[in-house]
């Protein structure tokens, strides 16, 4: 049974829209990521957190924003939501004393029509 | 920059053993391998990683050249549940360095 989970699996939105994209764990990690992955390529890193109120900008340039405002949850909101922004978002979490073994949660794909 | 470097794409015979190689030639002394995999769209899944040393778990078998410039992953028996995408990662092991994902290898089993 997964420890890391999102909602909501699938979401359809229309242009202009904001949404938040939810990812709680229940493992007590203190490192949280999200990653971003069209069809087929690669995954790239956009968010990262070390812990409570700790946020970093990763890699892929987003505009999307995270918060961390407890350990377990760490949600990604889009303001206006874009056709480009249509991808599959993947979080994962790691503990600060286990630095390989990164959970990630089945995903959410978005897309925005 | 990429810092390994992976075969796109490779094939192997349901219940023979798959071994993907990845070349690190710039990893640092305090730079691990790491490997993982992703199931069509699921999230990557750890399998296992190495400083130096060979190492073996339930999943696979990492092999690192005494030069640490190459690796191989060995799954010894491979299944059509095997068949993922297989990534390679160099980072430290302690610090703030988050995962980064290159392209991988896409392993194919068949039976």
């Known amino acids: 049974e997964a420890d890391i989970y999102q909602t909501p699996r699938y979401l359809v939105i229309g242009t202009g829209k904001k949404i938040t994209l939810e990812c709680s764990q229940t493992?007590?990690?203190?490192?949280m990521y999200w990653y971003q992955q069209d069809p087929g390529m690669e995954l790239h890193l956009i968010h990262y957190?070390?812990?409570?109120?700790?946020?970093e900008k990763g890699d892929l340039s987003s505009e999307s924003t995270v918060s961390r405002i407890r350990t377990e949850h760490f949600p990604l909101t889009l303001e206006s939501a874009r056709p480009s922004h249509t991808s599959q978002y993947l979080c994962?979490?790691?503990?600060?004393?286990?630095?390989?073994?990164?959970?990630f949660g089945s995903g959410t794909r978005l897309t925005v029509v | 920059d990429a810092k390994t470097t992976q075969p796109p794409s490779m094939d192997c015979a349901e219940g023979r053993a798959a071994n993907l190689p990845c070349n690190h030639s710039?990893?640092?002394?305090?730079?691990?391998v790491y490997w993982y995999r992703q199931i069509h769209s699921q999230g990557p899944q750890y399998i296992i990683h190495?400083?130096?040393n060979n190492e073996t778990n339930e999943m696979a078998s990492l092999i690192i050249t005494e030069d640490r410039k190459s690796s191989t992953l060995i799954l010894p028996h491979a299944t059509l549940r095997d068949t993922a995408v297989y990534y390679c990662?160099?980072?430290?092991?302690?610090?703030?360095?988050?995962?980064?994902f290159g392209k991988g290898t896409r392993l194919s089993v068949i039976a």
């Open positions: 994962a979490s790691s503990a600060a004393a286990k630095n390989y073994g990164y959970t």
């Open positions: 493992m007590g990690h203190d490192k």
């Open positions: 957190s070390y812990g409570v109120n700790s946020t």
């Open positions: 710039t990893i640092s002394g305090n730079e691990y």
């Open positions: 190495g400083l130096k």
């Open positions: 990662i160099v980072r430290p092991n302690s610090g703030n360095t988050p995962l980064v």
